[in-house]
């Protein structure tokens, strides 16, 4: 019998396990094969918000569409994790960074932290080409518990915080400042996103807050 009781003090004594001390493999929870997607709650009177991986204009590359109809163009590596390229736009034009960089690590932890600008080359659906800057900061806050709004429970998601900074040619400017919760096995569940528009005379036009969740995850066949 002490033995039995020493054995459960010991066990009791042990700190909880921390995912965020350990690295985790990007793949796991954002997964990018073609034809996964993801429906989430809308605003009041809207209809849902749809979120697909589709195929890229590559075999190496897929188009991560969001609730704006725009895509990013990403690749993924086993060894080096996601690439991020560009964007294709709802009006489809088309942007292509002169620096691409690995968005996410093939494996990371809690407290990794990415800053990156680059130039970029926009590709008009005139025919015109014009040029601007997309910056990007981001951390991995660490992993958390996330209820959503259908009662459906995610243990330990990762929590990441990242904003963006895009200049135009003509002097427009496009801001965002993004919460996202990255469920094992799923991808996002849960965000928040400020968009700030900037006219070329520097007034704000647009500054709107956008809080979703999800409704249904549907993993690629």
């Not at 080096?80 to 968005?103: A, C, H, M, T």
């Not at 801001?175 to 569940?189: D, E, H, L, Q």
């Amino acid at each position: 019998m002490k033995i039995v009781c020493l054995f459960v003090v010991c066990i009791s004594l042990l700190p909880p396990f921390d995912v965020g001390a350990q690295k985790v493999r990007i793949a796991d929870y954002y997964p990018l094969r073609p034809g996964t997607r993801w429906t989430y709650t809308p605003p009041p009177d809207k209809p849902d918000y749809i979120s697909r991986i589709e195929r890229g204009e590559t075999p190496a590359t897929v188009w991560h569409y969001d609730a704006t109809n725009a895509a990013k163009v990403l690749r993924f590596d086993r060894k080096r994790g996601i690439l991020y390229g560009g964007e294709i736009f709802n009006d489809r034009s088309k942007v292509v960074f002169q620096q691409p960089f690995y968005w996410f690590a093939a494996r990371l932890r809690k407290g990794d932290s990415l800053q990156i600008t680059t130039p970029f080359q926009k590709y008009e659906t005139d025919g015109r080409i014009t040029e601007g800057t997309f910056s990007l900061r981001q951390k991995i806050v660490g992993f958390e518990d996330v209820t959503v709004s259908n009662g459906q429970h995610y243990a330990q998601c990762m929590r990441v915080d990242f904003s963006t900074h895009w200049t135009f040619s003509d002097g427009r400017q496009a801001r965002s400042i993004n919460v996202y919760y990255f469920a094992k096995g799923i991808g996002p569940v849960k965000a928040s996103a400020r968009f700030i528009i900037i006219s070329p005379e520097g007034k704000e036009l647009i500054n709107r807050l956008v809080e979703t969740d999800l409704k249904k995850f549907e993993p690629a066949l």
